[in-house]
C-alpha cells in the first residue's frame, strides 16, 4: 500500500482530522494569498475579506456539517481584523464603522457556509434515493425469483411427509428439493458478493496468484450437477493481479454457470488468458449455441431479462451477469461479451495485474 | 470394525434444523452423537463425554467460536471441525490458527461432511506426524511422492526439483494430508515466528512448486487451494483397513 492509500485510509477513518486539515490548510493558503496581496497592492483589506469569504465557501464545501464553515468564518473575521485592516497586527473594533463591517462580513461568512452546506446535504440526499430505488427493484426482483424454487421445495417435501411414496418417488422428490436449494444457494451468494462490493465501496484487495483462483473456481464448480469440462491456460509467467479473490471466483462460477444455464449444446469450456499493457483478459468460452447478434448490444446492461419470452423460467433471471459487472468495474476492470473461437459465446473480463514476478 | 468402540461426536449448533441435519446424517454414518445448542453446555459435555470429534458452528449466540476452541484446546487434542458461512475467510483463519482442525462451509452436503469427519478423525493433531510417511521416509499420494530422508519431491517418479524453501512448503503439507493449513501457520511453521506475514511470497512459491508438480496448475490434483484461508495436500481416500 503506498504512502498516499495510506493517508486516504487514514482521513476516512477520522472524520475530524480530515476536517481540520481542510480547515488549517484552507485557512493557511488564504493568510498566504492575503498577504501576497496586500504586498503587491496598499489598499488591500477589501482584498482580504472577499478572499476570507472563499475561504469560507471551501471549508463549507470540503467538510461535514456546519460548524467547521462557522468556525472558518470567525477565524476568518478575526485575521482579517487582526492583520489585514489598520491598525495592524491589534483586533480592534473601535474605528467608526469597523463593528458594522465585520458583523456583516461574519454573517455573510455564515449564510455562505450554511447554504453550501445545505446544498450538499440535498445532493446526498438525491443520490441516497437514487441508490434506495435501485435496492428496492433488484429486491423485488429477487423476491419473485426467489418464490418459485420455494414453492417447490415446500410442495415436494410436504408431499414425502404426508403421502405414501416409493422409494423411486421419494428420490425424485429429493433430488427436486436439492437442486431448487442449490439454485438458492446461488442466488444467495451472488446476493452477498454484492453487499460486499456496495458495503465497503473500496474493496479489499490483496495480491493472488491468478491460476490459484481460476483453480479454485473450476473445482467449486465441478462440484455442481451437470457441471462441463474446464479447459485452462496457464500463462508462463506468475503474475500477481490485486483482487479481492472470493469476489472474483463469483465472477468465475457465474460465468460457468451462465454456459449450463444458455449455452444450449455445449460440451466444453475454456479459459483463455493474455496479458497486454498492465492488463490480464480473462477469457470463458464455450462451443454451444452462442449468443444470438440481436441480444449481444444489451446482454450486459440489465435490459436483456425482460426481452425474453421465456419469462417463467427461473433460470432466466440472470442477475449473474450484472453481479459480475459490478465485481469487475470495482476491481477497474471490464467485462465483455463476444463470439467464441470454440462457436458458441465468449465472456471476457480484464483486471489490472502487477509487473512479473521472480520465479 | 466389529470390536470397535462406537466413535462419538459432538455437534455444537444453534439452529435447530441444522442440528437435526447435522445429528441424522452423523448417526446414520454409525457414530453416536452428542449435542449442545451453546457455548457454555458444550464445554461442560466436552469434560464429561470426552467426544472423539467435535462439530462447532462459529455463531453460537453466547460463546465466540474462536473462544471455545481456545479453552478446548487448553487440555484436549479432540479433532475439531468448524462450520461457518462462506464469505467469512478471516474468521475460518482465525479458527484454524487458534486450534481448530479442518472446516466445511455452509452449505455443505452429507458427503462431504463424512468425508471431513473421517478425514479429522484420522489425522487428529495426537498425530503429532502423518503415520502415512512409511518406514521408507516417504509420503506417496498419487503420483506425488514427498521424500523426507532424501529431501526431494518426485512425481511418477522423477525428480521435479524443488528450491529449499519450496520442499519445506510440501514438506509440511505433506505432514498433514487433507487439512489446511494457513497462510500464517506455513508462514510461522517455516520462517520463525517473527516472519513478516506476508502471504505474497507464500503464493508465489507456491505457483512455482505448482508449475513443477502439476499438469495442469489451474487443475490442481495435489496442493488445493483455500481461497483466502490457506492450502490443502491431497490425502489418500482409500480408507485404511485398521
Redesign the interface.
Known amino acids: 500500500m503506498s504512502i498516499t492509500d495510506r493517508f486516504r485510509a487514514l482521513l476516512q477513518k477520522n472524520p475530524i482530522l480530515k476536517n481540520v486539515l481542510v480547515l488549517l490548510l484552507t485557512l493557511g493558503a488564504t493568510i498566504g494569498l492575503a498577504v501576497l496581496l496586500s504586498s503587491v497592492n496598499n489598499d488591500y483589506n477589501q482584498f482580504a475579506m472577499a478572499v476570507f469569504i472563499m475561504a469560507v465557501v471551501i471549508v463549507a464545501r470540503w467538510t461535514d456539517g456546519y460548524i467547521w464553515g462557522i468556525v472558518a468564518a470567525l477565524i476568518g473575521t478575526f485575521c482579517v481584523n487582526y492583520f489585514f485592516t489598520y491598525p495592524y497586527w491589534t483586533f480592534n473594533i473601535s474605528y467608526t464603522g469597523y463593528p458594522l463591517t465585520f458583523a456583516v462580513m461574519l454573517v455573510v461568512s455564515i449564510l455562505i457556509s450554511t447554504l453550501t452546506t445545505r446544498i450538499k446535504n440535498q445532493e446526498r440526499l438525491r443520490f441516497d434515493i437514487e441508490r434506495e430505488k435501485m435496492y428496492s427493484n433488484l429486491l423485488r426482483a429477487i423476491a419473485h425469483d426467489l418464490r418459485t424454487p420455494l414453492t417447490a421445495i415446500i410442495g415436494a417435501s410436504s408431499t414425502i411427509q404426508e403421502q405414501e411414496l416409493s422409494t423411486a418417488d421419494l428420490i425424485r422428490l429429493a433430488e427436486g428439493i436439492r437442486k431448487d436449494?442449490e439454485w438458492l444457494?446461488r442466488v444467495t451468494?451472488n446476493l452477498?458478493s454484492v453487499t460486499?462490493v456496495s458495503n465497503h465501496g473500496m474493496i479489499k484487495k490483496?495480491?493472488?496468484?491468478l491460476?490459484?483462483?481460476?483453480?479454485?473456481a473450476?473445482?467449486k464448480y465441478h462440484r455442481l450437477p451437470d457441471s462441463l469440462p474446464?479447459d485452462?491456460?496457464?500463462l508462463r509467467d506468475?503474475i500477481?493481479v490485486p483482487m479481492d479473490?472470493?469476489l472474483i471466483?463469483q465472477v468465475l462460477i457465474n460465468l460457468f454457470d451462465n454456459v449450463n444455464a444458455h449455452a444450449e449444446g455445449a460440451s466444453k469450456i475454456w479459459?483463455h488468458l493474455r496479458k497486454e499493457n498492465g492488463m490480464v483478459f480473462i477469457s470463458v468460452e464455450d462451443d454451444g449455441c452462442g449468443i444470438p447478434a440481436s441480444l449481444l448490444p444489451h446482454i450486459l446492461d440489465g435490459t436483456y431479462m425482460s426481452k425474453r419470452n421465456r419469462s417463467d423460467d427461473r433460470r432466466s433471471m440472470g442477475i449473474g451477469l450484472s453481479v459480475c459487472k459490478s465485481i469487475i468495474e470495482a476491481h477497474g476492470g471490464q467485462l465483455f461479451a463476444g463470439k467464441s473461437r470454440h462457436g458458441g459465446a465468449a465472456f471476457e473480463f480484464s483486471l489490472p495485474c502487477k509487473e512479473d514476478?521472480?520465479? | 470394525m466389529s470390536n470397535k468402540v462406537v466413535q462419538k461426536i459432538l455437534i455444537i449448533e444453534d439452529d435447530p434444523g441444522i442440528l437435526n441435519y447435522l445429528k441424522t446424517t452423523v448417526e446414520a454414518a454409525g457414530y453416536e452423537t452428542v449435542t449442545a445448542t451453546d457455548g457454555n453446555f458444550a464445554l461442560h459435555l466436552i469434560a464429561s463425554h470426552c467426544p472423539d470429534c467435535i462439530l462447532l458452528d462459529l455463531g453460537l449466540p453466547d460463546m465466540d467460536g474462536s473462544d471455545i476452541i481456545t479453552s478446548v484446546r487448553k487440555w484436549t487434542l479432540t479433532p475439531i471441525i468448524v462450520i461457518s458461512a462462506?464469505?467469512s475467510?478471516e474468521n475460518k483463519a482465525i479458527a484454524l490458527d487458534s486450534g481448530a482442525d479442518d472446516y466445511i462451509t455452509k452449505?455443505f452436503g452429507s458427503i462431504e461432511l463424512l468425508a471431513r469427519i473421517r478425514t479429522a478423525l484420522r489425522h487428529s493433531l495426537t498425530a503429532a506426524e502423518n503415520k502415512e510417511i512409511g518406514i521408507d521416509g516417504c509420503y506417496h499420494v498419487g503420483e506425488l511422492e514427498i521424500d523426507y530422508k532424501k529431501l526431494r519431491v518426485c512425481v511418477r517418479g522423477k525428480d521435479v526439483h524443488l528450491t529449499p524453501n519450496e520442499f519445506r512448503i510440501v514438506a509440511l503439507l505433506g505432514k498433514h494430508p487433507g487439512r489446511v493449513m494457513t497462510y500464517k501457520s506455513i508462514l510461522r511453521e517455516l520462517w520463525g515466528p517473527s516472519a513478516p506475514m506476508d502471504?505474497?511470497i507464500l503464493?508465489?512459491h507456491?505457483?512455482?512448486i505448482?508449475?513443477k508438480i502439476e499438469d495442469?496448475?489451474?487443475?490442481?490434483q495435489y496442493i488445493?487451494?483455500?481461497?483466502?484461508v490457506g492450502y490443502r495436500i491431497a490425502e489418500n481416500t482409500q480408507e485404511t483397513d485398521d
Open positions: 436449494a444457494v451468494e452477498l460486499r490483496e495480491d493472488e496468484v491460476e490459484e483462483i481460476i483453480g479454485s473450476i473445482m474446464v485452462s491456460d496457464t506468475i500477481l479473490a472470493i471466483e479459459i514476478m521472480y520465479v | 462462506r464469505d475467510e452449505p502471504n505474497k503464493r508465489v507456491m505457483a512455482s505448482r508449475r495442469d496448475p489451474t487443475n490442481p488445493f487451494t483455500e481461497v483466502g
